[in-house]
Structure formats: C-alpha cells, structure tokens
C-alpha cells in the first residue's frame, strides 16, 4: 500500500489516473510519517519517499529511502530472499 499526506479525494483522484493496484492511505496528520521516519515531527515540508516492507509475521524486513522507479525490484529482491 502506499501513504499520502493528502485528502482522500485527492488521494482517490491520483490513485485512479496512476492506476495503482494497491491502496492509497491518508495520513492527514502526519502520525504515519514521523513514526516512519519519512518527516521530522512538526515539519510541513513533504515527506521523503521511503519504503518499508513487513514481512507475513508482522515484522519490519527492511525500511529505507525508496525511488519510483527501483522500489518495485528492491521489494521482490527482499521478498525473494
């Protein structure tokens, strides 16, 4: 799944025109973020693409800085073991 900071409509609306078969959270409030280390506490900027892969037992298997383009191949590389 992926997480914004936007609003659900807009959320839904870029969703759509990307086509993503995956859900698109909202983290309005920006709790997700600063939990996952995508944005300070506090800061209004936007938040650093990261990705964070959790395994079948709940458990984070690797968390990182994530590109668009190479984040796909780096979560079948750790999934794939």
């Known amino acids: 799944m992926g997480v914004s900071f936007d609003k659900q ?3 839904a609306k870029f ?3 990307q086509c993503f078969q995956y ?3 909202c983290d309005t ?3 997700m ?3 996952y ?3 300070p506490a506090g800061e209004k900027a936007n938040a650093a693409r990261i990705g964070v892969i ?3 037992d709940g458990n984070v298997k690797w968390a990182g800085k994530a590109s668009a ?3 796909a191949n780096k979560a079948l590389e750790i999934v794939r073991g």
Do not use: D, Q, S
Request: charged residues 15%; without cysteine.
């Open 37 to 39: 280390g995508a944005i």
């Open 9 to 11: 409509a807009a959320n």
């Open 69 to 71: 383009k190479t984040f």
């Open 23 to 25: 859900p698109l959270l």
């Open 33 to 35: 973020g600063v939990a």
């Open 15 to 17: 969703a759509n025109r």
């Open 29 to 31: 409030t920006r709790e």
């Open 54 to 56: 959790v395994g079948a």
